[in-house]
């Protein structure tokens, strides 16, 4: 096994809090890694919070409704750690 399959298979074996965990503590980048993930969470977001649309691409699986309610959860933990307003609605 070469090392590239070695490192794709253990991060295939990873929950999805390890996965994220992993993203979050190790890039060649550093920490900079971190601010430009949770500026990825909050632009996804806002965008699904300010969509008009369904999920029909997204997920077949959960309402819109649902999937909003996420994303204004999201959105308030960022906005009170971080003390930020929406940037893109």
Sequence with gaps: ?????ARIKRLK?????????HLMNYSPYGGVVQAFIIEAIA?????VVNSEGTLEDASKLISMDTW??????????IKEKYNREPTNG
Excluded: H, P, Q, R
């Design 13 to 21: 074996g990873m929950t999805n809090d390890e996965f994220v965990s």
């Design 68 to 77: 909003k309610g996420v994303a204004k959860d999201v959105l308030t933990k």
């Design 1 to 5: 096994m070469t090392e590239d399959e």
């Design 43 to 47: 632009y996804y977001a806002e965008e």
